[in-house]
Antibody, heavy 121, light 109 residues
C-alpha cells in the first residue's frame, strides 16, 4: 500500500524551532516529488513547496520562501518541513502529499494524515 | 500567478440531489485541474484529475468537465458521505507548482 505517514502533533512556543516529518512507503520514494500543504484552522489549502528526493531540487511557493525549509533524507524515505523561529500565525495543520502519475498524467494522489502544529505562549 | 476561484462558497442541498460546483482559473490552464473532497479532520481525497478523469475507486456519481478557464464538478444523487468541502486545484507540470481554489462546502439543507 502506498502511504505517507507524518509525525505527531506539536505544541510549541513562539520563537522555538520545529522540524516535522513525512515518511513514504509502498513505492519508490526517491522518484516522486513531495509537496507540503498548509491548512490554517477553518481555512483552505495552501501549497508551500515541492521537493524531489533524487537530487533535493526544491521549489517554494514565493509566499513561503524564507519562512520555512523543506528537506529530504533519501536513506530513510523521509521529507521534512522545518521552522527556525515559529510564530503564532504558523498554527495550522500541515500535510505532505505525493505527486504521482495516473494514466501518464501528473496528479497529487496520495496524502499524509496531517500534522497539527500549535504555537502559543 | 494563477488564481483559482470556486463558487458558490456554500451549497445547502438534500440527499439525492444533483449538484454542480464551479471553478474558474484566472488564465487558461488547459486540462491541468484536479478536484478533491475533504472531510473535517481528514486529508483531502483525490476525486478527479486532468479535469474529467475519475481517480481509481471514485464512484461514477462524480464527474468533472471543462478546459481552459472554466471547470465543473457534478455530483449526482448525493449520498450522506458526500457532504464535505470540495477543492479544485491547478497543477503546473514544470516547474512543479499547485494552486488551490478557496473551496465549496456542500452541507445538508
Amino acid at each position: 500500500e502506498v502511504q505517507l505517514v507524518q509525525s505527531g502533533a506539536e505544541a510549541k512556543k513562539p520563537g522555538q524551532s520545529l522540524k516535522i516529518s513525512c515518511q513514504g512507503s509502498g513505492y519508490n520514494f526517491a522518484n516522486y516529488w513531495v509537496a507540503w500543504v498548509r491548512q490554517m484552522p477553518g481555512k483552505g489549502l495552501e501549497w508551500m513547496g515541492f521537493i524531489y528526493p533524487v537530487d533535493s531540487d526544491t521549489r517554494y511557493n514565493p509566499s513561503f520562501e524564507g519562512q520555512v525549509t523543506i528537506s529530504v533524507d533519501k536513506s530513510t524515505d523521509t521529507a521534512y518541513l522545518q521552522w527556525a523561529r515559529l510564530q503564532a500565525s504558523d498554527t495550522a495543520t500541515y500535510y505532505c502529499a505525493r505527486r504521482g502519475r495516473i494514466s501518464g498524467m501528473y496528479v497529487v494522489d496520495v496524502w499524509g494524515q496531517g500534522t497539527t502544529v500549535t504555537v502559543s505562549s | 500567478e494563477i488564481v483559482m476561484t470556486q463558487s458558490p462558497a456554500t451549497l445547502s442541498v438534500s440527499p439525492g440531489d444533483t449538484v454542480t460546483l464551479s471553478c474558474r482559473a484566472s488564465q487558461s490552464i488547459s486540462n491541468g485541474l484536479a478536484w478533491y473532497l475533504q472531510k473535517t479532520g481528514q486529508p483531502p481525497k483525490l476525486l478527479i484529475y486532468a479535469a474529467s478523469n475519475r481517480a481509481p475507486g471514485v464512484p461514477d456519481r462524480f464527474s468533472g468537465s471543462g478546459s481552459g478557464t472554466e471547470f465543473t464538478l457534478t455530483i449526482s444523487t448525493l449520498q450522506s458521505e458526500d457532504f464535505a468541502v470540495y477543492y479544485c486545484q491547478q497543477y503546473r507540470t514544470w516547474p512543479p507548482a499547485l494552486t488551490f481554489g478557496g473551496g465549496t462546502k456542500v452541507e445538508i439543507k
